[in-house]
């Protein structure tokens, strides 16, 4: 997946919906394979300068229908799981509009693995056989999704984060940089685990888990 995913963006143009560190990440990525950027939608106040010769958006809908006048595809440029799901909506509500997987020339991708649309795959990350990225998710910088794992719609695995054999990951959760879930186990969906965590038991929805092994932090009573 991982060749035909590259050769495809080498030379393509670019829109990237997003304007910050993560936005940054993406323009990185999609340059060193091959792309190039050619639109950034900002917002009003952007944090980062954009690429050169870029065209600045300061509103994702007019991005958007810019980019599919052009022909060109559309990547998610946010951290945040909120500004990336409504950023595929935005995709999802224009005909002819493409947010296909941005994934990085040394990430290595498994033939055998799906990736969903307006999904990342960071420098050096690995996904396994058999494993299953959902749409809008991140897979950061040097993090490990091992064969047959999980990693729901616009969930975020931060850099250096391992999901082991099996693991499951639902919609919208953080695994935290350096963090691992062990096989077979499953994170519920907008579950929070903190940096450096090992997740040996299952997490339910929502909860934040911290600690080796992980265990859930509750709010101090009042």
């Known amino acids: 997946m991982q060749s035909d995913e590259v050769s495809e963006g080498r030379g393509r143009a670019w829109v990237v919906l997003g304007g910050g560190g993560h936005a940054a990440s993406v323009t990185a990525v999609i340059t060193a394979a091959g792309g190039r950027v050619v ?28 980019a599919v006048s052009q022909g060109h595809a559309l990547a998610l440029g946010t951290g945040s799981s909120t500004a990336r799901s409504a950023g595929l909506q935005r995709v999802d509500a224009v005909a002819g509009a493409a947010a296909p997987p941005v ?13 969903g649309r307006g999904a990342f795959v960071g420098e050096h990350a690995h996904v396994g056989p058999g494993a299953m990225i959902g749409a809008g998710a991140v897979v ?43 096989p077979s186990v499953s994170v519920g969906a907008g579950a929070v685990v903190g940096a450096g965590a090992v997740v040996v038991h299952p997490v339910a929805a929502g909860a934040t888990v911290v600690g080796v092994p992980a265990v859930e932090r509750r709010a101090p009573s009042r």
């Open 39 to 66: 639109g950034v939608s900002v917002g009003p106040a952007p944090r980062r300068e954009q690429p050169p010769a870029a065209r600045r958006f300061d509103d994702d809908d007019l991005a958007v229908h810019w």
């Open 103 to 115: 994934l990085a020339a040394s990430a290595t991708v498994s033939a055998s693995a799906q990736v």
């Open 140 to 182: 950061n910088t040097a993090a490990v999704v091992e064969h047959d794992a999980v990693v729901g719609d616009l969930a975020h695995c931060a850099p250096r984060s391992t999901l082991l054999g099996g693991a499951q990951v639902g919609a919208s959760c953080l695994i935290g940089s350096g963090a691992t879930v062990l």
